[in-house]
């Protein structure tokens, strides 16, 4: 649009956690005598090195902590001369994102994540930033060492640096609205409950995830997880087996970053016959000082806010490839691409035995979650369907229901929120190289739209991709500038409600085209999310 935006890319905002501070909380950096040349993608937290394409800067360090702005400049044309001069302007607001990748992988510089688009065209200032994953971010020893939690300690000194400086930038610190997608998301939703963070941000946008169900884990459990990856690293101590000993955590110190992270970035695992997924976050009793969904019953959260939700159409298919082996599948039927042949009856067993393997108490019947999924069904339908249903049903149980669980608790519990929720359902252009053709519309592909990929890569997007994305751009920073989402046409965006004693959670549905009436719908996935997903979220 011609418009112009500063970029400023790798501020650094903690010191590098390396050596002594490896596992620990960060350390604020020093401050600078000299200008700092902002001109750089920062390296990548350490991880395994799967998506190096996707990256800006393909480097992996431990020295990682870093942040980007993107500032629009405001211009004025001049009465006598008739140019165009930069104006000192009113605050912004400001849009704070945290990046997605299964606490596992994923770095601000990825490609989808650059901010002059969102910045320029909603006129916002716009952060992301780095954060540690797997181990470095998230093992739990249960002392100060390894106190866990620290990516999210890493999410509150970035978003408190931004709360402190971002006014330099032009961004209003009254004004910040956190958001994220995937595990971005779930860190999110974690800021909303924590008393570290709940008071540095105004909205938040969850994007597909929340904190509920596996997401976080008790002590215990998190200090036995931990102490086996421990293990294959042959850190150990025989003298107090089972227990994080100086020994340990000093030898867990001194292993190299590549080995580590390959031994601890694992999704699922093999846990007494059954799958369990890892659960990065843990109730540590300060940054989280219960679990979220005690937190969120008892109203220890923030109150008064505003918050949106959000999920896409298919949020499973394109991570099926993950769970494929802990159930002795192959993982080639789910391939993104070129999947091999599958019948109904494989999927519907496939799925059964999926949800019976889960290891959650109470256990999932996998019987009654293949019954509802593969309703209307048969060995007629073409082998995408089949397969997608496996996808839908997982993303359901790992994405969509605990997002909007987490919306509705919090609703129910302070009806003075105002909560709004969108449904992406758009997928016109095979332009993902992660979301395959015989797949729905992908955990994540909102995201892209968020951040304008269409207009940065005109190539491969069609014009009416263009329109989407510019509407995904309104809808986000209308909600970051006045707390609520614009109209939609003739509509005003409804947000929750009650009715006796029952939340009324109505939905805006971003589709290929607008439908003739409104896209407006209420309770999206309410049988699935109530009747069959709602013990396992635990609201």
Known sequence: DGKQVNEFLGIPYAKPPKGDLRFRKPVPTDSWSQPLVADKWPNACSQLNIYP??????????????????????????KVTGRKTRKVSQLKPVMFYAHGGGFSVGSSS?????GEVLATKGD????????????????????DDGPGNVGLWDHALALEWVHKNIRNFGGDPEKITIFGT?????????????????????????????????????PDEMKQYWLQVAKYVNCTDDKSPGTFTPKVINCLKAVDQETLATYSSAVAYQAGGAIKQVSFMVADGIFLPKKPHEMLISGDFRK?????????????SNVLMLFASNLGEDPKKYDTHNP????????????????????????????????????????KTSQDVVRRSIGYAFGDYAMTCPTISFAKSLYKTDPKSNVYQYYFNSKISDWNPLCGPWMGVCHTNDVDHVFGMPFLDTKRF?????DISQQMIDIFTTFARNGKPPAQGDSDWPQYYTIGDNTVAPYYEVTNYPKNITNFNTDLKITDCENLFKPYVKI
């Not at 990825?110 to 650059?114: A, K, T």
């Not at 916002?124 to 002392?143: E, K």
């Not at 994007?207 to 596996?214: D, I, T, Y």
């Open 53 to 78: 394409e996707y990256y800006q800067n393909k480097n992996i360090s431990e020295d990682c902590l870093y942040l980007n702005i993107w500032s629009p400049v405001s211009t004025v044309r001049s």
């Open 110 to 114: 990825q490609l989808n994540y650059r």
């Open 124 to 143: 916002v200032i716009v952060v992301t930033f780095n954060y540690r994953l797997n181990a470095f971010g998230f093992l739990y020893t249960g002392t």
């Open 182 to 218: 995937s595990a971005g998301s779930m860190t999110s939703s974690a800021l909303v409950l924590s008393p570290i963070t709940r008071n540095l941000f105004k909205n938040a946008i969850l994007m597909s995830g929340s904190a509920l169900g596996e997401m976080t884990g008790n």
């Open 304 to 316: 008064d806010m505003n918050l949106m939700i959000g999920n896409c159409e298919d949020e499973g």
């Open 340 to 379: 091999t042949p599958i019948t109904y009856t494989e999927a519907y067993n496939t799925t059964k035995n999926l949800f019976s393997s889960l290891a959650l108490k109470p256990r999932i019947n996998g019987e009654d979650v293949a019954k509802l999924y593969f309703t209307g069904l048969s060995d």
């Open 462 to 466: 069609v014009d009416r991709e263009r």
